[in-house]
């Protein structure tokens, strides 16, 4: 079997090699010819399409070791799939050795800390799951089928990230292994270089095997969801959501959506497919005042849909998941906003309304809050002053409607990044977005982290992703 080397070679991957590899593991080992390999290799967005030579499904720690000393041993190209959620696909590349973390999702709280260790093949459903059993919760983002390591590396942030920032900013240890196959806990005391890089750096050191997050009381129930009107509305809608936003407390989180209504139980049949505007809130305080501050978009003009109600947090967390489900070809375009202004509103809107796919929207994400306090030595995420992100989400099914649909969020972002802050969201990055943008996203911390990639990967042996390796 044919694999591909780090250098961009080719070698012969011999059955003695392979089943040397087999014995050091405990999860399986696949190749092409195994029946879970298709799946493994598949991810959520389906215009990536790569074939890696063999897959290392790990079932815990000593697995991911001897899959990074095999790729060492033989100077193989290795990417790691945590949730395979990245749109840029960067869990797979062609010929490498994969570490499928997906069977590792174990979560232990312990409630007396205020502490959850996850495993890092988590979604983040798994871990919102466990830790509302005491009512507990760290941040995380909107989607539960997301994948809790790529999104902790390269930032996070969803309905809880205004009051206690990103949710790598939330993470107080993580066990990681080194490009040598050495297992170290990285933390404020210990490697603090890593540490830091990682938080926001992405997989450039080593594997996560697993996080240590910090918890807060969350719910169990919260006011949350959304409230539905017709596109018509949306200049009323947009200037009520940049005016809420504008005074909302930490506690509340307010999410824009401008696209075509999917067919959700909750919204009449008859606008199914036509374009609607909504508002996505969270309160996650008190909910008696969540009822209060999310009054006046439940009372604003004549909404399609309303489910924006007292209910389980872990319930909010899947609300939107339908939305984006795995196996469409997704293409998006982001900035980080410094502010909603007028003008911003109108090219939103107008784009909107020039969606080519039932599936795709125009989204503005509420940040601010804590996410803007802490400094640039917390962690790597760079971007702290954005107050808001928005996302043009290109979303279809059939693959000879790419260009149409890639032409739509490219011209979108064209005109909207007039307003952004020249930031953008490391994790929303694309296939085409390179080099500049990674230093967009990165902002001054790039240099430092250039720093700790050579003491801790010096041969660049983790570069299936934001490789901030001197080129
Ligand atoms: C539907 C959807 C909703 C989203 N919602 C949000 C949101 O609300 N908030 C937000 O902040 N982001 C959100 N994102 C973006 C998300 O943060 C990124 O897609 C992230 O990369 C997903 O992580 P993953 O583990 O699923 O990714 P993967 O595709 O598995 O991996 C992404 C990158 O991380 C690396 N990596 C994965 N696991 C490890 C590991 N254990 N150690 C080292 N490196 C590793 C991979 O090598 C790859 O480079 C969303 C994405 C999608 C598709």
Known sequence: MRAATLEGAEIDLTPDMLTGLKMQLQGPLLTPDDADYEASRHLWNAMIDRRPAVVVRCLGVADVMAGVRFAREHDLLLCIKGGGHNIAGLAVADGALMLDLSLMRGVWVDRERRVAHAQAGCELGDVDRETQVHGLATVLGFISTTGIAGLTLGGGFGYLSRRWG?????????????????????????????????????????????????????????????????????????????????????????????????????LPKEYHGKPIVALLACYSGEPEEGEAAVAPIKAFGQPIGDVLVRRPYVQLQKLLD????????????????????????????????????????????QLGGALNRFDDDHSAVGNRDARYVFNVGGAWEPPEDDATNIAWAREAWHDLKAFSTGGTYINFLTEDEGPERIAAALGPALGRLAEVKRRWDPDNRFRVNRNIAPG
């Open 166 to 266: 990103y949710t790598t900013d939330n993470v107080l240890g993580m066990e990681v292994v080194t490009p040598d196959g050495q297992l170290v806990h990285a933390s404020a005391d210990e490697h603090a270089d890593l540490f830091w890089g990682l938080r926001g750096g992405g997989g450039n050191f080593g594997v996560v095997t697993g996080f240590d997050y910090q918890l807060y009381s969350v719910g169990p129930e919260i006011v949350g969801g959304l409230v539905a009107w017709p596109a018509s509305e949306a200049p009323a809608v947009l200037e009520l959501y940049r005016r809420l936003a504008e005074q909302a407390p930490p506690e509340l989180t307010l999410v824009a959506l401008l696209r075509p209504a999917p067919p959700a139980p909750w």
């Open 322 to 365: 339908a939305t984006q489900p795995k196996g469409r070809r997704y293409y998006w375009k982001s900035e980080y906003l410094p502010g909603i202004e007028p003008a911003l509103c109108d090219m939103v809107i107008e784009h909107a309304g020039r969606i080519r796919s039932p599936h795709s929207a125009v989204i503005l994400f």
